[in-house]
């Protein structure tokens, strides 16, 4: 091994005393929060969006998972049962998926039929008519904005395709969290906190 091999890179040294905390100590972990940071405060202005511009378009009082649902049963035209939908906004909580649609099928903005052992939902006329209000409004203001930017386009799909990238590591982190065991790795918690009690099974 060269010395430049084991020396640490950029990448991996220490951040300045000033600039390090507990989630980033090195550039990487820093430009990861940074970016964890990044999808919080996007997501965020995006419920508040999508939740005013639903309310500009209809008085109907609708919460930002159901302003989604509401888009992705309408994608591409075709119907969608609960686990296509869930599988397109990755959602794991599907009673609380079941029911935001439940609510949009009582509002009339979805309807619902069996096909076969599931049901698949369509939006109806009233639906459609709030979804393309939505997009109006979106295009005035929001996608006239972007159209300004320089390369915008392409900087977007980079960006798509950066956070497919990271979401897939985030569920493959997600996996390895599942199979680890945290009796072996951290010490019971001090101040009153109970000791975690062991997973591992012992021998009838």
């Known amino acids: 091994m060269t010395s430049a091999d084991s020396e640490p ?5 220490p951040l300045p005393t000033g600039r ?3 989630l980033a100590e090195n550039a990487y972990e820093d430009a990861l929060t940074s970016f964890e940071f990044a999808i919080l405060q996007a997501e965020g202005g995006f419920q508040r969006f999508a939740i005013q511009a639903i309310r500009a378009a209809t008085d109907l ?7 989604v649902a509401l888009h992705v049963v309408r994608m591409q035209e075709r119907s969608k049962d609960t686990a296509t939908i869930a599988q397109l906004t990755n959602r794991e909580d599907l009673p609380n998926l079941q029911y935001n ?3 949009l099928v009582s509002l009339g903005l979805l309807e619902r039929r069996k096909a076969g052992t599931s049901s698949v939902f369509t939006v109806t006329e009233k639906g459609r008519a709030v979804t393309d209000r ?3 409004l979106r295009r005035e203001t929001l996608v006239s904005n972007l159209e300004e930017l320089s390369d915008i386009t392409t900087k977007l799909r980079h960006a798509s395709r ?4 990271l979401t897939g590591l ?3 982190a997600s996996r390895e969290l599942a199979t680890l ?4 790795l951290f010490e019971p918690l001090e101040n009153g906190s109970r000791p975690r009690r062991s997973t591992k099974r012992t021998s009838d």
Request: aromatic residues 12%.
């Open 9 to 13: 890179t950029s990448d991996t040294a």
């Open 20 to 22: 390090r905390w507990h």
């Open 61 to 67: 009082d609708l919460a930002f998972n159901e302003i």
């Open 101 to 103: 649609l439940r609510k």
């Open 134 to 136: 939505y997009a109006q």
């Open 162 to 165: 950066s956070m497919q990238v």
């Open 170 to 172: 985030y569920e493959a």
């Open 181 to 184: 065991n945290t009796a072996v």
